[in-house]
């Protein structure tokens, strides 16, 4: 082995004696040294991969500062539109992120693979056929699987960068995950992961009725797998449009994933375990590898893109992002508990779902409107044609052009919105039946809605055009990070205590 | 199995009775059916690799044509320097043909790894377990090859298409493939890769010498696997310049390698060989199902782009081109091999060296010049300063600012290569001491320089600039062509017959 390789996986991993040892010696008192070395030896790997976590933070500011004014010469700029500012700012600097992210990943597969203690045995005449074959304690199908990852996250950085440059239409977008998740589906399959769902026991008559308490799901378990990438690419690049929105999710999704991989961390199962417990934990410090790194790249990504944001991420970052984390759910084998905490997103997809297939006239662009005086938000709205084309054209401009008037069933779904208030509705009679607008149906105006702040659309120039509580861009970033922690909250009380009841 | 997956893999794979049969009962003569059976047994997955090429050329083709507005559009374009038109065209096409190639790849992968026959036995009990371990015969090693293939591929398309549009610098560029060359050393090194070298048996002294017939590297030999990479997505780049060229030699390349591979096919190895033998074929068959579907994108990819050139390929070919060439030569064990197949890149690489490194000035562009009446190339040239200020203003424009004066280095590494008639100098002074000009060096001139073709500096304005044979830009691609598959037959003679004396 070349000696700095030697020496670096040594001092992350090696057995002793070690450098690890010495520097133990240095820096911790006697009494701890022995747990550190117990913890090296039962999770292999996982403090080179807290190391690169810090060493990817410091290096991800960096790139960020060094590449912003090149992204911003060559034309990814963006004007910051709740801003009082004219001035745009750099865009799409999710890919310096994901580069590091990515060079991060290269620099620990020696850490983990290229160990003398994972050959198994000392060099010996053997030694060719230890790591040929599976013998002698090389992990190929860990590798496999860690290469796969890599490769679907490098798919997703390219499909979001192209996105960036040429606004690919959804038509293409859509089946590109699909494709690019073929090789993890593979290493899944070859990794002999399971295809069936547990049935509920509550209420009984679910079993009964299925005849079995396991469904065997077979193909159909790969096609939800393949369409869960699909799902996490896209529901994070939806849930956009204030600053810091897109990172600050991400980073609480990948800080929850983390949590529940140390609840998986059991060293007795490292070091003496069975066959399937130690497959357990190898499979949640595989997810731990891949996202300590993601947690310390994000959080120098949003010291740049929080509020008030110096860079844009970009679609490059959502996309790549969100591969992440359905890797990690699909390799983890626990692709169901990843959704739940995706509990927002869900949320933010399913109250779209009018626009998104047509219920309700779909502009562009669907965040809150930005007053520029108090430098509150307040919620942006959609407007109904009146079906009487000479009026509609009083209407403000919408930047859609025919308007047809709402049907009945938009009348329906969008009055049931109303009377939970996640929308705003006004009317153009009295009885209130034609309704004239209503807030886009999007999470983060629906914060708002919630909280009580009420577009007026009559409202004439110089007057405030809303009322209720001033909430700025900053306040709503931080209501939509607490919405996010406590579904995080949610997701563990379902998936270790709910779980428990209706799965006795 | 998901049925449609089974049928397609039973298609191009299966063990009998299959449709595959059924399709051959139906399309080929009885007596040639049981060879075909035969042939797919033994080397799975090349039937679909074959298939998969010939839908890459047609995909490839409807791909550029579906894409290049949208290139230009967003300003991926650029003026042809060697026509007449003025009009640009469409640059950096190589990104969609490299998109194919790997959604190729993506698709190819269930053919080979999701068939029941690879699990070499019928589903029991102890599937999971014979899927897992790398018993029950799933090659887990040759599933991570493959996936670190693509790795490595995905990283230089993702590293060519930021150059095509940020212009990344030298420094930052030379690193990059040195990194994303990791997981293919990872792969090589679990899959129990060599690292020693045969010393030649001939001269004797050297055996003698080094006091062995075999060197062990060590660690220098990942460095020098690591540095094919950064090598071979360099050199295909830096001899680019007339239409077709690019293309042209990969596509040389990638055959002769396909031409290599198809001779280790022996059809009892993969029967009932022994390990090693069985070893040797499933590398030369991992190396077919990388190269096959590139020789087929590259080709429509030609159509394109060869004389005169509808679109330009951009570094992402070059870069995605020379990764594909140095991982099969890694991953298969011939590295050494393929660097022979290189012989025209490494003539131009070190011819190019003079300027590389600064003993002769390096202008930005060292293409051919075009004489607009003919349509003929002559070669360009490069002034030295004349160590008088005054004077070297009246040169033509050069686009460099302070001319030096030829040093006496330069002077004897130019003399030697016009001797062989590899440039042509112009002199300040009669005894032909001080070199006023030198044709650049690049191999594209160093052709039209060795046939004749002479250019005339102190030709006035409608004088035809040159003198000696016509050689339009078709026919100097005609030449380099030659020269590349003449390079390949030459690495054949050295592979094949100079080994067999040297290394007796």
Redesign the interface.
Known sequence: ???P?RWLSELFLSSRPSRLTTILDLLVPFKHRQTILYYDDAFPGLFAATGLSLIGYWVTSMAIAKTKD?FFA??FKGRDLLKNKPEPIPESLGLPTA?VY??LL??F??FR??SSRLQGVVKTGD?????????GG?P??E??SF??A??SF??A??LG?LDD??DIRWRYKLPIPI??S??LL??Y????GGTSVVVPGWPGFLRQWIGSSILEL??LY?LYMSLLSTFCTNSINILAGINGVEVGQALVISISLCINDLLYLDSRAGMAGSRSSKELLRRHLLSLYLLLPLTGVCMALLSWNRYPARVFVGDTFCYFAGMVFSTVGILGHFSKTVLLFFVPQIFNFVLSCPQLFGLVPNPRHRVPRFHAESKCLYPSIQYFGSGNAAEDEKLPNTSLKALRPASMLSTIVLKLLSAVRLVQLDYYDEPKRRIKSTTNLTILNAILVFRGVRHLPSAKAGQTPFTGPHITEYGLWVHTMIIQIAGSCLAFAIRYWVASVVFP
Chains 1, 2 share one sequence.
Not at 127 to 135: A, L, Q, V
Not at 189 to 192: C, I, Q
Request: zero cysteines.
């Open positions: 082995m070349w000696p390789f090149v060559r034309g580069a990515m060079a290269f620099l597969t020696p693979y290229f030694d060719w056929e230890g790591r040929m074959d599976g013998r090389f190929h199908h590798l496999a290469l796969s890599q490769l490098l798919s950085i390219v960068f440059v040429f494709i690019s073929i090789p593979m290493v399959y070859a990794g002999g077979g193909p790969y």
